[in-house]
């Protein structure tokens, strides 16, 4: 592929990734005011490193109310129980540097291993960040009692953001219900859109990607926090089956394998308009009464032509005359709280520790040379913690690109517009309005997500110095020394020691897919078919993800068994399979 080309096809991705799409803007404004709110909060009650609770933020919002609110919660509690902790250590390592680089190193290197294989995830590497940045305030604090108090204004850090996202969900967050049905309800226009020609298989194809398991996470919200009647829950289980059936069926209608391009009859054509105003009814009734059950609007099949079309008209029946049964569930594997390789994967032990390498090299670099305003490099190891070179490699130009972005609308509103602001208001609009820049560019794919982490990260270093607006520079440029440096650091560190390719998951998610297309190929139950037809689809969608990052890793990492090409055939041969699977042809191999 030349580089022109290759350039043209990245632009074209970047250009898809910052479109709009259901349900971006919703949650891009909610971050946005939250971290003005948190702005204002931290200004007034005087709440140190206000630039972090406002970061926290865009990791604690998902797409909907309750998911954000238990995430809150939880990360509430857990730093609660680190902070009671803390406060026993700290007057056995107030006076012993040595002993607080062990408390440091120790619960960094924990705290980032739960990070990266249990269902703490993120949240891992945010207390780990707590910890490291208190224990890196005792050298200013040398008094127990002040000690203390600098470990309550690190809680507060984190405490006062997350109850300021709890509270707003539960007054202005997206129901899960509502999400949910809006979600469903997207896949029933899409398939009438599909029926009426309106939309090809490219769209069909990333709309089936996306699988179910969002959804299905938002029924377990439904179920576990009773937000609907158990009827309604039946029936929004059952319309995210049904509707994943459809947009397989439009599939198969759109594709030239079966249905050869030849000009459609009055009478098919009169029939697909039929469906499509079915799927346009159904999804306007999912949205008010979070339900499609109106037996009186369901299609009849055997009105319809025999094959595809038949059995779309039997989809939505199901859909609209069927109410589900009292057992009726989605089957779902129990996720467990650990990856299975937990203790046998020796990448997960070497990220903690790398990345606990990094920071406290940073740490000890700023100390050693007294420059205390570059402490951001210690902060952005572990915001910018990854697993494998490649990933490494791409989104180190992706910080780097959002840091530039980031630090030069600090450096623009510390210049041009800082001088001329007299209230706290003044400054929250200018976080309002940056942060929503960055959340809108976070919220999409990984191509640009950290992107606009990056630039949120760097602008509210720049621009939240104090408890007010201030126009000290020295301290904008030291903060994106800092930036650059822990970036650097986490570089040398990924790239240079113990040194993990992708490939390593790339093959092991090969492998997984191969068992899921198995058993999709041998199941005759209809709704275990569609939940593994969407579990396949999803794998291969982050395959496809990984296989791009192996293109950023040296050749050098490609030894005992990797090989970027064989990894490559291997993919191609089973997206074929999926294709093929999806339109209910038989499998040649």
């Known amino acids: 592929m030349s580089s022109s080309k290759a350039i043209h096809l990245w632009c074209s991705g970047i250009k898809q990734d910052l479109r709009p799409y259901p349900g971006r803007w919703p949650q891009t404004w909610r971050i946005a005011v939250l971290c003005a709110l948190m702005t204002l909060v931290s200004m007034a009650f005087q709440i140190p490193a206000a630039m972090l609770s406002c970061y926290v933020i865009f990791f604690v919002m998902k797409s909907d109310a309750a998911e954000s609110t238990l995430m809150a919660t939880a990360l509430v509690v857990l730093v609660s129980i680190v902070v009671l902790l803390l406060v026993g250590l700290i007057n056995l390592t107030i006076g012993s540097p040595p002993a607080r680089l062990a408390v440091m190193a120790v619960s960094s290197v924990g705290l980032l291993f739960l990070g990266v294989t249990s269902g703490l995830g993120p949240l891992g590497g945010i207390i780990a960040l707590v910890v490291a940045f208190v224990m890196t305030l005792l050298v200013h604090v040398p008094v127990g009692e002040l000690a203390t108090r600098a470990l309550l204004y690190a809680w507060l850090m984190v405490a006062a953001p997350m109850a300021l996202v709890i509270s707003f969900n539960l007054l202005l967050g997206r129901p899960p219900q509502r999400v949910l049905a809006d979600e469903v309800a997207q896949r029933l226009e899409l398939a009438a859109d599909s029926l009426?020609?309106?939309?090809?298989?490219?769209?069909?194809?990333?709309?089936?990607?996306?699988?179910?398991?969002?959804?299905?996470?938002?029924?377990?919200?439904?179920?576990?926090?009773?937000?609907?009647?158990?009827?309604?829950?039946?029936?929004?289980?059952?319309?995210?089956?049904?509707?994943?059936?459809?947009?397989?069926?439009?599939?198969?209608?759109?594709?030239?394998?079966?249905?050869?391009?030849?000009?459609?009859?009055?009478?098919?054509?009169?029939q697909r308009a039929q469906l499509a105003q079915t799927c346009r009814v159904a999804a306007q009734q999912l949205r008010s009464q979070f339900s499609c059950f109106a037996p009186h609007q369901a299609p009849s099949p055997e009105h319809f032509m025999p094959g595809v079309l038949q059995g779309i008209a039997q989809t939505l029946q199901v859909l609209q005359a069927t109410p589900a049964t009292e057992n009726f569930i989605i089957p779902r594997e129990k996720t467990p709280f650990f990856v299975k390789d937990v203790f046998t994967n020796p990448s997960y032990q070497r990220t903690a520790l790398k990345t606990t390498a990094a920071a406290i090299l940073c740490y000890l670099i700023y100390s050693a040379i007294e420059w205390e305003g570059i402490h951001t490099a210690l902060v952005t190891c572990y915001v910018a913690c990854l697993g494998s070179s490649g990933e490494t490699v791409n989104k180190l130009m992706l910080r780097i690109i959002g840091c530039l972005i980031g630090a030069t609308l600090g450096v623009i509103l510390l210049v041009f517009f800082m001088p001329h602001m007299t209230s706290i208001v003044s400054l929250m609009v200018a976080v309002l309005l940056v942060s929503t820049l960055a959340a809108w560019i976070s919220l999409g794919s990984e191509r640009v997500a950290y992107t606009g982490l990056q630039i949120a990260f760097a602008f509210l270093l720049i621009s939240l110095q104090g408890f007010g607006p201030d126009v000290d520079l020295s301290v904008a440029g030291d903060r994106i020394v800092g930036i650059l440096l822990g970036n650097l650091m986490m570089y040398l560190a990924f790239t240079q020691i113990w040194p993990y390719?992708?490939?390593?998951?790339?093959?092991?998610?090969?492998?997984?897919?191969?068992?899921?297309?198995?058993?999709?190929?041998?199941?005759?139950?209809?709704?275990?078919?569609?939940?593994?037809a969407a579990r396949a689809t999803t794998e291969l969608e982050e395959l496809k993800y990984q296989i791009n990052m192996a293109n950023f890793e040296s050749k050098k990492l490609q030894t005992n068994g990797l090989n970027l090409a064989q990894s490559q055939q291997r993919l191609a041969a089973l997206m074929r399979r999926v294709e093929r699977q999806a339109l209910g042809l038989t499998d040649p191999s």
């Open 196 to 270: 009426e020609q309106q939309a090809g298989q490219t769209a069909l194809w990333q709309a089936l990607a996306e699988g179910i398991a969002a959804q299905q996470k938002r029924l377990q919200w439904l179920e576990l926090l009773h937000l609907v009647s158990k009827p309604k829950q039946r029936a929004l289980s059952l319309a995210v089956v049904q509707s994943y059936q459809l947009l397989l069926s439009c599939l198969k209608l759109s594709s030239p394998a079966l249905m050869p391009d030849t000009k459609l009859s009055e009478q098919e054509l009169a």
């Open 501 to 532: 390719s992708i490939l390593h998951q790339v093959n092991e998610g090969l492998s997984d897919l191969e068992q899921t297309l198995s058993q999709w190929q041998q199941t005759i139950e209809p709704m275990s078919q569609v939940v593994l």
